[in-house]
């Protein structure tokens, strides 16, 4: 199978069933900043987390194909998902990477221009909370509204974990996965954050 293969966005009805993006007024009421003084570079390049008490939420794990930073709870998701997905489509499994998780920055959204404007929301990337995947090292192109055959494969397998798929974003993101809403609630009433 061709997992690079471009095809068109499926049908938001398929995916993404009862999964909300957890918005960023939610997420700074659980972890605070990621920065320390709440400030985030205007170019959208990485802001070291350099708030003590939201770093302390934070874990590196190596997955093998790759080493991601992000809060614990995640982590110990993702190693979940990915452990189904070595099992089950090892093919794929081998060829995954990243293009990071844990990064405090602001958006950054694709333009019909081709231009990307920054902001004014803050990425879930700065909480640790998102990872953008890769294919062979190979990143989906955002915004073209076609994903690649190996990311919709992933996608049942982070939905059925409670994170939501970029692809049915207004601006398609199919590269992106973040924790849902309701998977943040789950953790909290387990006081998992």
Not at 101 to 106: D, G, N, S
Request: some cysteine.
């Amino acid at each position: 199978m061709n997992f690079l293969e471009l095809i068109d966005v499926p049908k938001r009805s398929k995916y993404n069933l009862g999964l909300t993006s957890a918005k960023n007024a939610h997420l700074l009421k659980l972890f605070g900043h990621a920065t320390y003084n709440g400030i985030y570079l205007p170019n959208g390049k990485c802001t070291p987390a350099n708030n003590p008490a939201f770093n302390a939420r934070l874990i590196t794990q190596n997955f093998g194909p790759f080493s991601v930073t992000g809060i614990a709870p995640a982590i110990r998701s993702l190693e979940e998902i990915l452990q189904r997905v070595k099992l089950e489509v090892p093919s794929l499994y081998a060829i995954l990477g990243t293009a990071g998780m844990q990064c405090a920055r602001y958006t950054k959204i694709k333009q019909p221009n081709g231009t990307v404007k920054i902001g004014p929301m803050i990425s879930n990337h700065s909480w640790g909370t998102a990872i953008d995947i890769t294919l062979s090292g190979v990143l989906d192109e955002q915004g073209d509204d076609r994903v690649q055959r190996g990311l919709l494969i992933l996608s049942a397998y982070f939905n059925a974990a409670g994170w939501v798929w970029g692809a049915a974003f207004p601006v398609e993101d199919a590269m992106h996965f973040e924790v849902s809403k309701s998977l943040l609630a789950r953790w909290k009433s387990k006081a998992e954050i």
